[in-house]
């Protein structure tokens, strides 16, 4: 998948994780193949801070999450943390998860422009909460989810109890999380976690098709679209509604807007500028 000159020039640190622009996509790329992609801290910042990036960068209009070799995220990898001198106390664990692995799924889920996983192998624990927290995932059919946590007699965190009940529902999620099995990529599309899954020769040509697509339309629009449906599934029908009409009025304000109102007048295609 598409990596630029900066990525193949880039120091030791930000080669584990890979990063292009290409035709207003921004490609970011776990690429420690040799660890299934486990992800470090420092591969953590980066992602996070890319995804902020991608927020704010007029030139970003979409965003696609992939990963070099077999595997997509093998979970988390704790050997690149930064060491703590003193003895662990109560309150420390807590913290490390929330500015840790709950920073990462947020910056997938507050990302201003729609996020696609492009999922080639593997993802487990938070590799497989990375992928779900994305707007659109697509998966080689090779890949395989798994909700790893119970086989190490550990809580899911990293934003997986909140997100797999809102995928698929409170009791598929518990089987999930309660067994640990691996859930093949064809049946996690049949469960809904996957939009497609494609032989993995095709997720490539299949993950830029999607992406040209997301990046061709009206960015704004797409960021409040998501903004919405993200939020209609914590609170109540009245909070909905008013945020529906409120993110209208914002997008009433764009270029965008004006564009695709005046092209449906006139019997056109519509050309967004993600402004």
């Known amino acids: 998948m598409p990596v630029s000159g900066e990525a193949a020039q880039a120091a030791p640190r930000d080669a584990t994780v890979l990063h292009s622009l290409d035709g207003g996509v921004s490609w970011i790329t776990l690429n420690r193949p040799e660890a299934m992609n486990a992800v470090t801290w420092d591969q953590r910042e980066r ?20 990963a070099t070799g077999r595997g997509f995220c093998a979970g988390a990898d704790l050997r690149g943390a930064p060491t703590q001198a003193r003895e ?54 090779t890949a395989k989810f798994i909700e790893v946590f119970v086989r190490r007699g550990l809580v899911p965190d990293g934003g997986g109890a909140y997100l797999l009940p809102r995928l698929v529902g409170p009791q598929r999620a518990k ?28 997720l490539e040509a299949l993950t830029k098709e999607w992406a040209g697509r997301l990046s061709s339309g009206p960015t704004r629009a797409l960021a409040l679209t998501k903004q919405l449906v993200n939020a209609s599934l914590d609170g109540d029908r009245a909070a909905a509604f008013a945020a529906e009409a409120a993110a209208q009025e914002i997008n009433m ?23």
Do not use: W
Not at 176 to 201: I, K, S, W
């Open 47 to 66: 992602i996070i801070a890319l995804l902020t990036d991608a927020s704010a960068d007029p030139a970003v209009r979409a965003v696609v999450l992939t």
């Open 88 to 141: 662990r106390v109560p309150g420390d664990v807590s913290r490390t998860i929330r500015l840790g692995a709950q920073r990462l799924i947020a910056a997938v889920l507050d990302c201003e422009k729609p996020v696609i996983a492009a999922v080639n192998g593997t993802a487990a624990g938070i590799g497989a909460h990375l992928a779900f927290a994305c707007d659109l995932v697509l998966a080689a059919d």
């Open 175 to 202: 089987e999930l999380m309660f067994f640990g099995d691996a859930l093949t990529a064809a049946d996690a599309e049949r469960m809904g976690l996957v939009n497609r899954t494609v032989p993995g020769g095709e």
């Open 253 to 275: 304000t764009t270029r965008d807007a004006d564009e695709g109102v005046a092209s449906f007048v006139e019997r056109r295609p519509p050309t967004y500028e993600g402004r």
